[in-house]
Every structure is written in C-alpha cells, then in structure tokens.
C-alpha cells in the first residue's frame, strides 16, 4: 500500500510538472518538488523516489524533512522556495537545484553538488527542464587574483605564499538568491584543508564573488565579503 501510495503520489507531481495549472501561483509552487523527484540518479543517486517524496512530505508539514538514503542513512531538506532546493546529504555533502531564470530566455536547471569537509570543492551541472544535460561551461575561468583583496597590509611573503598554496582549480558554489526574474550565485575559494594558521593570516585578504546568471552563463562578477562556516580562529 506504501508504495502504491507513493506511486500516486510521483503521478500527481509529473502531472503537475507537465500540464499548466490554472492556478499560476500554486504551479510554481509544485514545480520546484516535481523537478526534485524526478532528478535522474545519475545526478542524485543517493535519493530514490520514494524517499524524496518523504522528504517533500514531511517539509510540507513543517517536520523534520528527512529520507532515507541507498545507503541506510539520512538525508535532509534543509530549505525550499519555488526556485531554489538545498539538500543536506551526508555530514560532509550537500546538493542544490537552482531554476535558472533570464529576461527572454529558456529556463535552465543548475546543480551544485558540494564537499563540505576539509577538503571543499563544487560539481556543477547545468540541463534543461527536462533533465537533459547541457555541456556549456557556465562558470568564467578564474584566477587567485580574482578572489584577493588589494590592500597594502598584504606582505611579500604573505602573498608569494598564497599563490603557491592556494588553487582555483577546486572552488566552492552556492545558490545566493534565485527568483522569477534572477538567479545568483556565491563562488568561494576554500581554506579549510590549509590549517588554522595559514587560515588566520590568508582570508582576511581574500573575498567571494556574486554572479548572476544571463541566460547562457554566469557573468557580472562582483566582490563580496567571504562567507564561510567556520570564521572564529
């Protein structure tokens, strides 16, 4: 009966997802659930079905939006508005799906799969509304100097020591804001494997940066103060 449940359950959403309500609000409001239980599990492959919708289930109820993963364990939904969705994975996980929206062009689907542990680091993939993969590179090319603060307090050796310990190869993205009209992102340079040291004398010279998305990639990179978990040295 469970499963027959929730078989009725993923009807409902598919239809929602596929046939216009007349209700304008209350079809974006479903829209973010239906794209989230039918995420292929080549993107999320610790998520089955049945307990993403226990997940949606329990949020809706203002519970604890938890669901059981492939591996016995737990996974929460920590947050959820009509265009953005973060998902706690495991304690050193998370997974967010962002609907992309521009002024005259087709909606896209951005998700951020992140490491949170010492070693901190962003998978990026961006589809279509029907969960086509689409190959563009969405993100600019970076460089350290895009993620330092020019200052004269920054010394010779601060800075050399910087450049040879720090790498944008391994960056850390999250959904900053994403609305009807918007979409923007915050892009960190981590520190947590450098030490609490190396931590104390680097981030007080470095910032993160905002992009906002134009319909075809991320642009318009503004510098912002960081915005870590961990701040307190």
């Known amino acids: 009966m469970k499963h027959r449940n929730k078989a009725l359950a993923l009807t409902m959403l598919l239809y929602g997802l596929l046939i216009p ?12 659930d239906s794209l989230f239980v039918v995420a ?13 919708l226990d997940m949606l289930d329990l949020y809706n109820y203002k519970m604890t939006a938890k669901g059981e993963t492939r591996f016995g364990k737990y996974a ?13 994975l495991t304690s050193a996980s998370t997974w967010e799906l962002m609907r992309l929206q521009a002024p005259n062009s087709p909606e896209r689907l951005l998700c951020l799969h ?7 680091q962003t998978t990026v993939h961006l589809y279509d509304t029907n969960w086509q993969l ?3 590179t969405v993100l600019p090319t970076f ?16 800075e050399a020591d910087m450049q040879h310990r720090l790498s944008v190869r391994h960056l850390v993205v999250a959904c900053e804001a994403a609305g009807p009209e918007h979409a923007i992102v915050r892009v960190s340079l981590p520190t947590k494997h450098l030490g609490l040291e ?8 470095l910032h993160d940066l905002l992009l906002t998305w134009d319909g075809n990639r991320f642009v318009h990179p503004q510098a912002v103060a960081r915005k870590e978990e961990s701040q307190k040295f």
């Open 134 to 136: 689409d190959t563009a």
């Open 114 to 120: 992140s490491l949170t542990g010492s070693v901190a």
């Open 76 to 88: 929460y939904l920590e947050s959820k508005t009509d265009y953005n969705l973060h998902i706690r």
């Open 198 to 205: 190396n931590r104390k004398r680097f981030e007080p010279h």
């Open 143 to 158: 460089t350290l100097k895009d993620f330092t603060t020019e200052t004269d307090s920054i010394d010779e050796d601060t």
């Open 21 to 32: 309500s007349v209700h304008t609000a209350q079809a974006q409001t479903s829209l973010i």
């Open 40 to 52: 292929p599990m080549s993107e999320l492959p610790l998520l089955e079905g049945n307990s993403r």
